[in-house]
């Protein structure tokens, strides 16, 4: 089935630092990625919607510019936490919906992030 | 936008016991998906009800959709502790909206 990685699983960094984080699709190609951030013991909430070629969409609430999201190609979709603090501690997963069935969505692995 | 409603928050279960979890909308809606996350997981799609009274099994679980599309279940028959995790509930095309989910604890 379809595979989505991330990259890295999990990082650890100073506050005020920006941290850059990869979803890519390995064996098929996505137009649109979301973007989900999930705290502990709760769910998973939508951030932004990455769409190949033209600039993401956020959920309200979402600052764009604390979160840089760039769709490079077909395959990746980055999402770059910008002057990063304690409270942007977080699971930040994405998902790409699966080829050929819109309703399906496929989720990464997740990467889990420390901000000190 | 309109959220989904879960319950319950937790459960915790003899392993062998049945759990179900309850989704519940105050708007009808189109679809509904269920997936399940492992601890320090990632979600994992189970299956999506579409239908009106939809039934759905895949093994031990079963899934439902109501007869108005504003609700759904997940129903576990004898769990077992490879069930542990937390069940979310989800409704939307591409843009999910989760459902707080359940998480299943089993003694074993």
């Known amino acids: 089935g379809a595979v989505v990685s991330q990259h890295p699983s999990w990082v650890i960094c100073k506050s005020g630092t920006s941290v850059k984080i990869e979803c890519r699709s390995l064996?098929?190609?996505?137009?649109?990625m979301f973007w989900y951030r999930q705290f502990p013991k709760q769910s998973l909430m939508l951030m932004a919607t990455s769409n190949e070629g033209s600039k993401a969409t956020y959920e309200q609430g979402v600052e764009k510019d604390k979160f840089l999201i760039n769709h490079a190609s077909l395959t990746l979709s980055t999402l770059t936490v910008t002057s990063a603090h304690p409270e942007d501690s977080s699971f930040y997963i994405c998902?790409?919906?699966?080829?050929?069935?819109?309703?399906?969505?496929?989720f990464g692995p997740g990467t889990r992030l420390t901000v000190l | 936008g309109q959220q989904v409603m879960q319950i319950p928050q937790y459960q915790h279960v003899q392993e062998g016991e049945d759990f179900t979890t309850y989704c519940n909308s105050s708007t009808t809606l189109s679809n509904i998906q269920w997936y399940k996350q492992r601890p320090g997981g990632h979600p994992v799609f189970l299956i999506q009800?579409?239908?009106?009274?939809e039934v759905k099994k895949q093994k031990r679980l079963t899934f439902q959709f109501g007869e108005a599309k504003k609700n759904s279940s997940l129903h576990i028959t004898a769990t077992q502790t490879t069930d542990v995790g937390t069940y979310f509930c989800a409704k939307g095309a591409q843009k999910l909206v989760f459902g707080q989910g359940t998480r299943l604890t089993i003694n074993p």
């Open positions: 064996d098929f190609q996505a137009t649109t």
């Open positions: 998902s790409a919906p699966a080829a050929g069935m819109t309703d399906t969505q496929y």
């Open positions: 009800l579409v239908k009106s009274g």
